[in-house]
C-alpha cells in the first residue's frame, strides 16, 4: 500500500507541473504580461517587422497592443496617423499632397513630386531617433507605393522653416513705443 502510494505520487507531482505550466499559458500570451524575449515573436505573428534597436519593451507592448486595430486598417491615412500617437504626445498632422489646392503644391521639398506623397507633421522638436523610428513604422502602415516625408516644427519657426500660424508660429504683439521728441 505504501509502495502504490509513493508510486502514484510521481505521476501526481508530474500532473501538478504540467498543470501549473498550462495555467500559466494565458499570461505567457498576453501582450501586457509576457516576458519581453517573447514580444517580437507576437510582432511577427501579427505580420510587424520590429527591430530591438528601435524599440524598447514598453513601445513594443503599446504598439502590439493597438497592432490589430492598425493592420485592420492597414494602408490608410487612419493607420498611419494613429501608428504614429503611440509614439509622440505632440500634434501630428498628415497633409496628403493630391488633396492640396494645385497652387499649395509646388513646395516640393516639403509636399513631394508625386500624387502619391504624403507628409507627417509632428509639433516638437527634432529627434533623429525618434525620426527613425516613425519612418520604420510608417513603412509599414502606409499605402503601397506612397512615400513619407516627416517633418518636426519647432516651437516657434523661422522665416527659413515650415512655419503654420496655427501650429507653431506666433504672431508677436506691437509694443507701443514713442520716439524722442529731442
Known amino acids: ?3 502504490l502510494q509513493r508510486y502514484l505520487s510521481i505521476f501526481s507531482t508530474l500532473y501538478q507541473e504540467f498543470q501549473e505550466e498550462i495555467d500559466d499559458l494565458p499570461q505567457l500570451l498576453d501582450v501586457e504580461t509576457a516576458p519581453d524575449a517573447l514580444l ?3 510582432a ?3 505580420g510587424l517587422e520590429t527591430d530591438e534597436a528601435l524599440f524598447s519593451s514598453q513601445e513594443l507592448r503599446r504598439l502590439l497592443a493597438a497592432a490589430p486595430a492598425l493592420m485592420a486598417r492597414k494602408g490608410t491615412k487612419w493607420a498611419v496617423e494613429e501608428a ?3 509614439f509622440v504626445a505632440e500634434p501630428v498632422y498628415i497633409v496628403e499632397r493630391n488633396l492640396l489646392p494645385q497652387g499649395e503644391r509646388g513646395r516640393e521639398d516639403l509636399y513631394g513630386t508625386t500624387p502619391y506623397d504624403f507628409t507627417v507633421m509632428i509639433g516638437g522638436k527634432m529627434d533623429e531617433k525618434l525620426r527613425l523610428r516613425l519612418k520604420f513604422l510608417i513603412d509599414q502602415f ?4 506612397s512615400r513619407c516625408r ?3 516644427l519647432e516651437e516657434c519657426g523661422g522665416l527659413d ?3 503654420y500660424l496655427d501650429i507653431n508660429g506666433t504672431v508677436l504683439q506691437n509694443a507701443p513705443g514713442s520716439l524722442d521728441d529731442g
Open 1 to 3: 500500500n505504501d509502495f
Open 40 to 42: 517580437p515573436m507576437f
Open 44 to 46: 511577427h505573428w501579427l
Open 84 to 86: 504614429v500617437k503611440l
Open 142 to 145: 502606409r499605402p503601397a507605393r
Open 150 to 152: 516627416i517633418v518636426f
Open 161 to 163: 522653416a515650415f512655419t
